[in-house]
C-alpha cells in the first residue's frame, strides 16, 4: 500500500477501533460484547497455536535439558566436594588415631617413670626462632609451664624448655649442637655428657676412659639437681660406634637416639618430677633373639650283603661303558 493521505486516514481509524474496542472489553467483563468474538477467534486460531507449540517444544525441551544438565552438574560437584570432605575425615581420623597411639605411648613411657606430665602439640619449628633445633608447643604460663622442664615422648628424651610465653613455649631439641645432658649406661652405670650433633648421631664423652662399651648398649638421663632441667631414667638412645680407648680421661661413643626429631607431633613436657630414680624401668624391653635352628645329618648305615651289591653295579657300569667303547672304535675302523 503506498503512503498516501487516504490510507493515513484509514490507519488512524482502524488505531482508534482498536482502542474503543478495549475499552468496551474491559468494562463489559464478563458480559462483553466482544466476548463471542474472542471465542471464535480462540476456535480459528487454537488449532494453530497448538501446532506452534508442539513445534516448539523440542526447543523448549532442549533448553530444559540444558537447565537441567546444569542443575546436575551442579549436584555433581556438590557429590564431589562432600566426598573429598569425608576423605579429609578420613585422612583427619586417620591423623587422631596416630596421635591417640602417641599419647598411648606417651602415657605408658610417664607410668613407667613416675613423670607428671602435660600433653602438648607441637606447632611450629625453629625455623622462625633461629637455626637452632627447636619446636614450639602451644602451651605456656598459663599452662603451669615452666623453664627447664624435661620434654619427652613415647620414645624417649625430646629436649628442655627454653623459653615460656602465656600460651606457648619453646623447646630446644636433643639433637642441637648447644644441647648437653648428663647420661647414664644402662646396667654399668658409667656416666657421662651427650651433646647434639644435627642430623648425626649423638656424641657421648663418658667420664671413664676405659669403660667397657659396645654397639647396642643403652643410655638414659642421668638426672639434674633439683630435677631441672632433666629428671632422671629418660631413655636417651643406643650406642651405634664407638672409638677406641686411647688412654685419655675420656671416651667418646655415638649414640643414635631414639626420638625422631624430624617428626615430631605430641609431647609430654614433666611437670612433676618422680619420687625416686626410674634407673632403667623406663627402657623398652629387648627383643628376643630368634633361637637357632641346629641341622645334624647322620649318615645311614650300609650292611655288607647292600655294599657287594653297590660294588656290582658299579663294575657293571664300568664293562657296559669299555663295551661301548670297543663298538665305537669298530664302526670308525675302515
Known sequence: MRDTRESRLLLVLLIAIAFALITVDIRGGQESPVDGARQAAAAVFGPVENGVAAAVDPIGNAIGAVRDSGERHTRIAALEKENAALKAELGSDDRNRNRLRELDSILKTAGAGQYGI???????????????????????????????????????????????????????????????????????????????????????????????????????????????????????????????????????????????????????????????????MVLPQKPKPAPTVTVTVTPTPTSPDGQQAADGQRNQQGQNQQNQQGRDQGDATP
Request: without cysteine; glycine residues 14%.
Open 118 to 280: 602435660k600433653g602438648a602439640q607441637v606447632i611450629a619449628i625453629g625455623a622462625a626462632q633461629g637455626f637452632s633445633w627447636t619446636v614450639t608447643v602451644d602451651v605456656g604460663a598459663r599452662d603451669g609451664i615452666k623453664r627447664d622442664m624435661t620434654v619427652l615422648n613415647g620414645s624417649g628424651l625430646v629436649g628442655r624448655v627454653t623459653t615460656v610465653g602465656p600460651s606457648t613455649s619453646t623447646v630446644l631439641l636433643a639433637n642441637d649442637p648447644d644441647f648437653t645432658v648428663g647420661t647414664r649406661m644402662e646396667k654399668s652405670d658409667e656416666l657421662g655428657f651427650a651433646t647434639g650433633q644435627g642430623d648425626r648421631p649423638l656424641l657421648v664423652q663418658l667420664l671413664n676412659g676405659k669403660a667397657k662399651v659396645k654397639p647396642g648398649d643403652r643410655l638414659v638421663t642421668f638426672g639434674s639437681r633439683a630435677d631441672k632441667p632433666f629428671v632422671p631414667g629418660v631413655p636417651v638412645g643406643e650406642v651405634v660406634r664407638v672409638d677406641p680407648a686411647g688412654g685419655g680421661l675420656t671416651r667418646n661413643i655415638y649414640v643414635r637416639p631414639y626420638v625422631g626429631f624430624t617428626k615430631l607431633d605430641i609431647v609430654g613436657i614433666v611437670v612433676q618430677a618422680p619420687r625416686a630414680d626410674p634407673r632403667d
